[in-house]
């Protein structure tokens, strides 16, 4: 059973990590419309515009390779949770004020800000938070660079 929870949290580790870095690549290819995406829900000051469409995706993007290598796990996990959160937040917002846009996660595969959006958000919360908290996965990366080094033999 134990090896069985092993490759659930692996999974779920690799579907989380996947989907932040295909969001995240998708905003790198087109910054523009990420950034008119951010511009529609109407929230942030025009001068942060550019530096959100410039950074978030890169976020989006090493996050999901850290979760896809298992390099820093806890680290990328508690980050994707955090994001979720805000996004979570944001898409609830634009719900609650009606409004009928893109809710820019993915570039170029339209997704509407609304109720259903908002479930499958909480939905990847759910996963983030469950990698964050449960996995204890020796099916990464960092695993493996910490078996290659040579250990310190103390005298």
Do not use: H
């Not at 609830?92 to 499958?120: N, P, Y």
């Amino acid at each position: 059973m134990q090896e069985n929870k092993r490759y659930i949290f692996w999974a779920l580790r690799l579907l989380i990590g996947g989907i932040f870095f295909y969001a995240g690549l998708e905003k790198i290819l087109d910054p523009f419309d990420f950034s008119l995406a951010i511009y529609n829900y109407r929230l942030f000051p025009d001068p942060l515009l550019g530096v959100m469409a410039a950074t978030i995706p890169w976020i989006e993007a090493i996050t999901g390779v850290f979760l896809l290598s298992g390099f820093n796990t806890k680290g990328a996990a508690a980050l994707t949770s955090f994001l979720l959160l805000i996004f979570i937040g944001l898409i609830l917002i634009s719900a609650i004020r009606g409004l009928d846009i893109d809710c820019g996660c993915f570039g170029s595969l339209e997704r509407k800000v609304g109720w259903l959006a908002i479930i499958e958000d909480t939905s990847l919360f759910v996963i983030s938070m469950s990698v964050l908290l449960f996995e204890k996965n020796a099916l990464n990366l960092q695993e493996l660079i910490n078996k290659m080094l040579p250990r310190r033999i103390e005298e």
